[in-house]
């Protein structure tokens, strides 16, 4: 990314309609609303929050290396007395709780903005989570838009509230409301004035004699909030004429429920905790039911019916994915006894769609990793991670036998090293992990390993790139949020800092497969920490340097379908027959081609074939088609 952010200026765009994502939305707001620091780290479905806000001018964005530094930077700025804002995906909430947890008893000063979005429907995620959850948790108010326009305007109503109540405020997003565009009116950036920061260390220096004298406080923050969210103008009280059921929604499931039951009366969430109990028992008392519609758990219905509210939730509405339409409109007609519409005509069998299952990229340097893992897997266990490299888990590889969270590898390597193992039970433990996810949470667990002594190979696959989020820039690619020059970390030097000895430090070409190959080899059979690192670049990031394209001579092919088992997408099967042994033993041989559109010329496909068939195409015109 280049800078750009002299261009958006504070009357870029003010005052006109624009067709915004939900994060693009917020990133203008938080800009307007005169924020001077934001952080966070990449994530979907939150990435492109701090993308579209590094493009501003008047702040400091940063990719930080993990949520929590990310939301200790912003409480800093906070504490002088500065708007911050952080943003990040619901599983980097879980990595910065323990500021958080301490956040809520000291409280804020400037204004504090936690963006967190939840991946409802696992679109790109390990876990489906609810993070409204951490509202009541850490005793703060969550404010729930249901698109690009809420989103806008709850942000910059955000600031104001965590003034307000001096308490950080979380925007509680989905993957709908991240990625969906809709209309926008944006405004103009207001400045503020940065006091900086005055000692007081009754009220940040958490010892337990300080702590403790915050508690009260809280409490009594939350009971204001809860009386505060009674008259909230965000949340809506919108009138109906059918009143066999009456709803309470949050989020974007508020769009869906209005397109299957326009003339219902609801309430429309905006300040989803505290909850506005009298407004909701209100509309109870003019319904026949009462359902609450909110996607993943059933929150605020075990609030509702704590409160001593009969509800529906649930009992009748799935607890995973989105409630679309489709969804909810069925099962509460079911509810109130109104029956089906009738089906639409049958169209006939759905045309068969060819599957595309994920894969890694033509000449991901990933692929010679997988590819040579998987050579020796009876004899390794293999710890992954979170990346584009957790597809070497699929097919043709199946050389990932672990994927929890992000940097777990490491640890789950060194425990599975400890637990040891009877007889051929007892494997070399691998753990493999990318650049940004070793600067991330791997670098402790590397440490973890050397400290404890551990039988362990760690495989750090440095692609000089958040890969799998889009590209972004790290403290391991020698720029920063903007594209400008950075100090960049040297891994090798890194490891050797964190203990491991530099005799057993190996930095190779992932694109050499012998070379890749005899280097683990070597380094499994060590019985002691060690560190392979890849060193070239992802395919899609300006540093990678595109070579001649090759072919397969039909000539040499011998069909033995060497090159296939790579696993890289630039090479299909052209045909397959019979053919025999030197014994007249029969069996299928693979004839393959190069799309030489696809192929960059990494050469490990030449490496993987034993009879010399794949060359690179001797007349450059030729590529561009199918060989």
């Known amino acids: 990314m280049t800078m750009v952010a002299e261009t958006m200026t504070a009357k870029s765009g003010s005052g006109a309609r624009r067709l915004l994502s939900g994060d693009e939305a917020i990133a203008r707001a938080v800009w307007e609303s005169g924020t001077r620091v934001a952080a966070g780290y990449p994530g979907t479905p939150a990435t492109e929050i701090l993308e579209s806000l590094a493009q501003y001018s008047g702040l400091h964005t940063e990719w930080s290396v993990n949520e929590k530094v990310a939301l200790e930077v912003a409480l800093g700025a906070s504490m002088a007395g500065a708007r911050a804002f952080c943003a990040m995906k619901h599983v980097g909430l879980n990595v910065a709780s323990d500021p958080l947890m301490t956040m809520t008893l000291t409280g804020v000063i400037g204004g504090l903005v936690i963006a967190v979005a939840d991946d409802v ?65 944006p405004g103009e950036r207001v400045e503020r004035r940065v006091p900086g920061f005055t000692i007081n260390p009754a009220r940040w220096v958490m010892v337990p004699a300080n702590a403790k004298k915050r508690v009260p406080l809280q409490l009594e923050r939350e009971r204001k909030l809860a009386v505060f969210g009674e008259s909230f103008d965000l949340t809506i009280d ?149 990346g584009c490299y957790t597809l070497g888990a699929g097919h043709p590889w199946h050389a990932l036998d672990s994927c929890i969270s992000m940097g777990a590898a490491m640890g789950m390597a060194l425990g599975i090293d400890k637990a040891g193992g ?98 683990i080899r070597d380094e499994i059979k060590v019985p002691e920490p060690s560190v392979v690192i890849t060193n070239q670049p992802c ?17 040499k092919c011998t069909g033995c ?42 050469t490990m496909c030449v490496a993987a074939c034993n009879h010399g068939a794949i060359q690179p195409i001797a007349n450059t015109a030729a590529a561009g088609s199918c060989c």
């Not at 630039?570 to 019979?578: C, D, K, L, P, T």
């Not at 033993?585 to 190069?594: G, L, S, V």
């Open 238 to 386: 919108e009138p109906g004429d059918d009143r066999r059921a009456g709803f309470v929604v949050s989020g974007p499931a508020y769009l869906h429920l209005r397109e299957a039951f326009p003339n219902a009366p609801l309430i429309k969430l905006g300040l989803s905790y505290p909850l506005p109990l009298e407004r909701i028992r209100a509309l109870a008392a003019t319904v026949d039911k009462l359902v609450v519609v909110e996607e993943t758990e059933p929150l605020i219905e075990g609030e509702l019916r704590a409160a001593g509210l009969t509800v529906y939730g649930k009992d009748i509405l799935p607890r995973i994915g989105e409630l679309t339409a489709d969804i909810v409109g069925p099962a509460i007609r079911r509810l109130i006894g109104e029956p089906e519409p009738a089906a639409p005509p049958a169209r006939g069998p759905a045309p068969s769609v060819f599957p595309r299952p994920p894969t890694l990229c033509a000449a991901c340097p990933h692929i010679g990793v997988f590819h040579t893992l998987f050579a020796m897997r009876r004899k390794v266990v293999i710890m992954g991670d979170i």
């Open 539 to 555: 395919t899609l990031i300006g540093e990678f340097v595109r070579r001649e394209a090759h072919q397969v001579l039909d000539d």
């Open 121 to 185: 429907g696992q679109s790109s995620s390990q876990n489906e989570q609810d993070s409204r959850y951490w509202g009541r948790f850490a005793h703060v108010p969550v404010l729930e838009p249901a698109d690009s326009q809420e989103a806008y305007a709850m942000t910059k109503r955000a600031f104001e509230l965590s003034e307000q109540f001096e308490t950080l405020v979380i925007l509680r997003l989905t993957t709908r409301v991240c990625h969906v565009k809709a209309l926008v009116t």
């Open 561 to 602: 379908g060497s090159c296939m088992d790579l696993g890289c997408p630039a090479i299909s099967v052209r045909e397959r027959a019979e053919k025999h042994t030197a014994d007249g033993e029969a069996f299928e041989a693979t004839y393959t081609q190069i799309d030489a559109r696809a192929c960059t010329g990494c």
């Open 422 to 519: 009877e007889g051929d039970a007892k494997k070399a433990v691998l753990a493999v992990m990318g650049d940004s996810t070793f600067l991330h949470m791997g670098m402790q667990g590397l440490l973890n390993i050397v400290y404890n002594r551990g039988n362990v190979t760690a495989l750090i696959l440095d692609n000089r790139t958040t890969g799998m989020t889009g590209g972004q820039n790290h403290p391991g690619t020698g720029h920063e949020i903007h594209g400008l020059a950075a100090p960049q970390v040297d891994f090798a030097k890194l490891c050797e800092a964190l203990g491991v000895k530099p005799e057993r430090i190996k930095v190779v070409n992932p694109y050499d497969l012998n070379g890749l190959f005899r280097t």
